[in-house]
């Protein structure tokens, strides 16, 4: 329960003028606010027109439904009033619930009332905000799994292993003197070896979740006037890029986001990189080349003139092209470019629109190698990350005193434990819930 049990209201649909708003409230105070309003005796999830009233005044007549604690959203007795859209009538009851003591949520209170009172771990109430975010189908996707204890089934599996071992750790340093075999502590070993495997598994797959969840950042890379801002337009659809035939008109990053093969994408064009005493053109060669360090994939665009010797050397661009980043053969209506070696390659033409379906299914490609999987990410959060971090490296510093002082095992095994936890809140998450629902809007 939140530290003060009082009763809190919010607008659950988008502000503005609509057909419907409602407002959603939770607490103690619920059934007092809605008989006070004209609305008492109502039957549990059953809605009912009432007309409302505040102080002799009409506020509307709304649909009202009552959901009593503890099977609510928050655990907590909680009501809708389904009001008329117009700002008119929302002020009217927000001025009216006040009055009756129902004060406004703050962000994220509702889904933190129900992490308190046990209707969902901290990893679900994450889930929440995601799916409230989500723009396309694999977010959606990923934020259902996250909501439905998909993560959350993953930790309990880990801290299950690591209970199992720490277990035979603390048999061995507590009973000394009873009946148990020898050197048991030393059994955990091929526990503690398959979990930390696991770990390392589950971090080094971390990009993954969150390249759905905040989508995956493909930029183009390439000396001026390769075509990088004609083919940024191409794969936009908008003319979103001035293009000209002066190089160096591009001078700093310019992101579109997109939705691709139901994944978000964050496509960036970028200055072209050379030498150049321009303090204003040198500063955005200077973010191409931080955005380009930072890409999931780049696309390296080169054109005819440019590396004509198959190597790399010409093209400043080469340093920062990766192995399995793409390089975009440019202009082909222009003439041929002869690809360099270790990189696959594709031809295109902006003017004619050749090669521009094939890129278009290549990326498609990609995004799903990369992005999809058998099994749910793991990490979906950078907070999920720093925690499986920390808990790996507590199980192989005890797997390492194993052999050497077990009580001192039991002490690393023990951290682990406690970080693995606080993804989902099973322990010590004070110090972390304002760092998770101050994200929320408000009606949640």
Same mark, same amino acid.
């Given at each position: 329960?939140?530290?003060?049990?009082?009763?809190?209201?919010?607008?659950?649909?988008?502000?503005?003028?609509?057909?419907? =708003?409602?407002?959603? %409230?939770?607490?103690?105070?619920v059934?007092?606010?809605?008989?006070?309003?004209?609305?008492?005796?109502l039957?549990?999830r059953?809605a009912?027109?009432?007309?409302?009233?505040?102080? +002799?005044?009409?506020?509307?007549?709304?649909?009202?439904l009552?959901?009593?604690?503890?099977?609510?959203?928050?655990?907590e007795?909680?009501?809708?009033?389904?009001l008329?859209?117009?700002?008119?009538?929302?002020?009217?009851?927000?001025?009216?619930?006040?009055a009756?003591?129902?004060? *406004?949520?703050?962000?994220?209170?509702?889904?933190?009332?129900?992490f308190?009172?046990?209707?969902? $771990?901290?990893?679900? =109430?994450?889930?929440?905000?995601?799916?409230?975010?989500?723009?396309? @189908?694999a977010?959606?996707s990923q934020?259902?799994g996250?909501?439905?204890?998909?993560?959350?089934?993953?930790?309990?599996g880990f801290?299950?292993? !690591?209970?199992k071992?720490?277990?035979?750790?603390?048999?061995?340093?507590?009973? *000394?003197?009873e009946?148990?075999?020898?050197?048991l502590?030393?059994?955990?070993?091929?526990?503690?070896?398959?979990?930390?495997?696991d770990?390392?598994?589950?971090l080094?797959d971390?990009?993954?979740?969150?390249?759905?969840?905040?989508?995956?950042?493909?930029?183009?890379?390439?000396?001026?006037?390769?075509?990088?801002?004609?083919?940024?337009?191409a %794969?936009?659809?908008?003319?979103?890029?001035?293009?000209?035939?002066?190089?160096?008109?591009?001078?700093?990053v310019?992101?579109?986001?997109?939705?691709?093969?139901?994944?978000?994408?964050?496509?960036?064009?970028? =200055?072209?990189?050379r030498?150049?005493?321009?303090?204003?053109?040198?500063?955005?060669?200077?973010?191409?080349?931080?955005?380009?360090?930072?890409?999931?994939?780049?696309?390296?665009?080169?054109?005819? +003139?440019?590396?004509q010797?198959?190597g790399?050397?010409?093209?400043?661009?080469a340093?920062f092209a990766?192995?399995?980043?793409?390089?975009?053969?440019?202009?082909?209506?222009?003439?041929?470019?002869t690809?360099?070696?270790g990189?696959?390659?594709?031809t295109?033409?902006?003017? @004619?629109?050749?090669?521009?379906?094939?890129l278009? $299914?290549?990326?498609?490609?990609? %995004?799903?190698?990369?992005?999809?999987?058998?099994?749910?990410?793991?990490?979906?959060?950078?907070?999920?990350?720093?925690?499986?971090?920390?808990?790996?490296?507590?199980?192989?510093?005890?797997?390492?005193a194993?052999?050497?002082?077990?009580?001192?095992?039991g002490d690393? !095994?023990?951290?682990?434990?406690?970080?693995?936890?606080r993804?989902t809140? =099973?322990?010590g998450?004070?110090?972390?819930?304002?760092?998770?629902?101050?994200?929320?809007?408000?009606?949640?």
């Amino acid at each position: 329960m939140t530290a003060k049990a009082d009763t809190i209201f919010a607008l659950a649909t988008p502000p503005g003028r609509g057909a419907i =708003a409602i407002l959603r %409230l939770s607490g103690p105070g619920v059934d007092a606010a809605l008989t006070a309003l004209g609305a008492g005796g109502l039957t549990p999830r059953l809605a009912a027109l009432r007309t409302l009233r505040h102080d +002799g005044e009409m506020v509307d007549q709304a649909l009202v439904l009552r959901f009593p604690g503890p099977n609510s959203y928050t655990g907590e007795d909680s009501a809708e009033l389904h009001l008329h859209g117009g700002r008119a009538v929302i002020e009217a009851a927000s001025r009216a619930l006040i009055a009756l003591d129902v004060r *406004p949520a703050e962000p994220g209170e509702f889904t933190r009332r129900a992490f308190q009172n046990g209707r969902m $771990d901290l990893a679900q =109430a994450e889930a929440v905000a995601d799916l409230i975010d989500a723009e396309t @189908s694999a977010q959606k996707s990923q934020a259902l799994g996250q909501l439905d204890g998909a993560l959350s089934a993953a930790y309990a599996g880990f801290r299950r292993d !690591l209970l199992k071992a720490l277990s035979l750790v603390e048999a061995e340093i507590d009973f *000394p003197d009873e009946e148990v075999p020898d050197n048991l502590a030393r059994t955990a070993g091929p526990v503690l070896d398959q979990l930390a495997a696991d770990l390392r598994a589950a971090l080094a797959d971390s990009d993954r979740g969150r390249r759905v969840r905040e989508g995956y950042r493909i930029v183009l890379i390439g000396e001026t006037n390769a075509g990088k801002s004609s083919l940024f337009n191409a %794969l936009t659809a908008r003319e979103a890029a001035i293009v000209t035939p002066i190089a160096g008109t591009t001078r700093d990053v310019l992101d579109a986001e997109l939705m691709i093969g139901g994944y978000a994408v964050t496509l960036s064009d970028t =200055a072209g990189l050379r030498d150049s005493d321009d303090l204003v053109e040198a500063e955005g060669i200077r973010r191409a080349r931080l955005r380009a360090e930072g890409a999931d994939l780049r696309l390296w665009v080169r054109a005819p +003139g440019v590396g004509q010797d198959g190597g790399q050397g010409d093209d400043p661009a080469a340093a920062f092209a990766q192995a399995e980043d793409l390089q975009i053969l440019n202009k082909a209506d222009l003439g041929a470019t002869t690809p360099a070696e270790g990189l696959e390659a594709l031809t295109v033409s902006t003017a @004619s629109g050749q090669g521009l379906s094939e890129l278009h $299914d290549w990326i498609v490609a990609r %995004l799903a190698r990369d992005l999809s999987g058998a099994d749910f990410p793991a990490v979906t959060r950078e907070r999920h990350r720093r925690r499986l971090a920390e808990a790996l490296a507590a199980v192989e510093a005890g797997r390492r005193a194993i052999d050497l002082a077990p009580e001192m095992a039991g002490d690393d !095994l023990r951290r682990a434990a406690d970080a693995l936890a606080r993804v989902t809140g =099973a322990i010590g998450v004070e110090d972390i819930l304002g760092e998770v629902f101050s994200t929320f809007c408000i009606g949640k």
